[in-house]
């Protein structure tokens, strides 16, 4: 059976602890010029902590922002718009653990012609239990990996992220669109993936979702390598995609944890570690720091580039994983392509 790098939510805590203590190399590179005028971004877990401070910067410095998210509509928008002056801020509401209201998004996005020249995909959840969704699969699987894996191929077989390997409608001279994951450095020290497992619903507790968000996190970096090497085909970069983990968030990940373990991780999350509009920095240097869209297959610990856990950029689990995915998405109704 697969297994994550923290046996108890306690040891995760203090581990995330102890990277905020760390020399954060990068930490000074994202300046006020760096900017993202009149491109278009898409922000999904939007509405609160990360993915709405992601959002708010990201049109603070011009871009035009779409944020998916499930609630607080229209009240995360609202304070986007209100902190940043901006009037190119939408909110679309899916949820992401519902496979049919990713291609609900998707369509959404492709109906009304929208080009998405940056992909923030920040949506996750923490549950301390397993949690069946709409198609029957795991609601933490699907969140933090499946749906990504179906919107990636969505946005890029429909052309929405324009791109020449999948739709053939690249942009010559035009910045090269990139796709940003975010993760977690939890995912160092994760199991190899079980092929047996994957995607197989089963009961589990607080412990056992301990293990599967490190778990998930590594499988996701393993997709996102994989995806890179496909859309930098012959060594030219069409579409740039990355990893990155913000470290230690006060956010509301541990919100479904049990009253007492969700007490002391609220408590310790608010008092040591980092408000949500300064762990977005990282993520946001990501998607405007022009060197980014120039390569691809990059990881971003808080501030610090380095390499991901070996595992993730095994070419033959790479490819694997792309095929097991499709089976799944099959199987539950929500592949959309022949081949």
């Not at 203590?21 to 902590?49: E, M, P, W």
């Not at 944020?67 to 009037?87: D, F, K, L, N, Y």
């Not at 990636?152 to 090269?176: Q, S, V, Y």
Request: glycine share 10%.
């Amino acid at each position: 059976m697969s297994h994550g790098r923290f046996q108890n939510p306690f040891q995760a805590t203090l581990t995330g602890l102890r990277d905020l203590f760390g020399r954060q190399q990068l930490a000074d590179r994202l300046t006020d010029d760096l900017r993202v005028d009149g491109r278009t971004c898409l922000v999904t877990g939007a509405s609160s902590g990360l993915g709405l401070a992601i959002a708010t910067e990201l049109a603070r410095r011009g871009g035009r922002v779409r944020m998916v998210s499930r609630s607080r509509i229209p009240a995360a928008g609202e304070a986007v718009r209100r902190a940043t002056g901006s009037t190119e801020v939408e909110q679309l509401r899916a949820d992401l653990s519902d496979l049919r209201q990713v291609h609900g998004l998707a369509d959404e996005l492709r109906d009304r012609g929208e080009t998405i020249d940056v992909l923030v995909d920040n949506a996750g959840v923490a549950t301390p239990r397993a949690r069946r969704t709409a198609q029957g699969l795991d609601a933490m699987f699907v969140t933090n990996m499946l749906s990504k894996v179906l919107l990636a191929h969505r946005l890029l077989r429909d052309g929405t992220i324009p791109n020449a390997t999948f739709a053939g409608n690249a942009r010559p001279g035009e910045p090269k669109p990139r796709m940003l994951y975010v993760s977690s450095d939890s995912h160092r020290g994760a199991s190899a993936i079980d092929w047996e497992e994957l995607g197989t619903y089963y009961d589990y507790g607080v412990n056992k979702g301990i293990h599967n968000y490190s778990y998930f996190k590594l499988v996701l970096n393993t997709f996102a390598v994989e995806l890179s090497r496909r859309l930098a085909c012959g060594g030219e970069v069409d579409v740039a995609v990355h990893v990155m983990c913000p470290g230690p968030v006060d956010s509301e990940i541990a919100r479904d944890a049990p009253p007492g373990l969700a007490l002391f991780m609220k408590a310790m999350f608010k008092v040591f570690f980092r408000k949500p509009e300064v762990a977005a920095g990282p993520a946001v240097y990501m998607s405007v720091a022009p060197g980014y869209g120039e390569r691809t297959g990059e990881y971003l610990h808080m501030w610090n580039p380095k390499r991901m856990d070996e595992k993730c950029y095994d070419a033959e689990e790479g490819v694997r994983l792309w095929e097991h995915t499709e089976g799944l998405l099959r199987e539950h109704g929500a592949w959309s392509w022949g081949e």
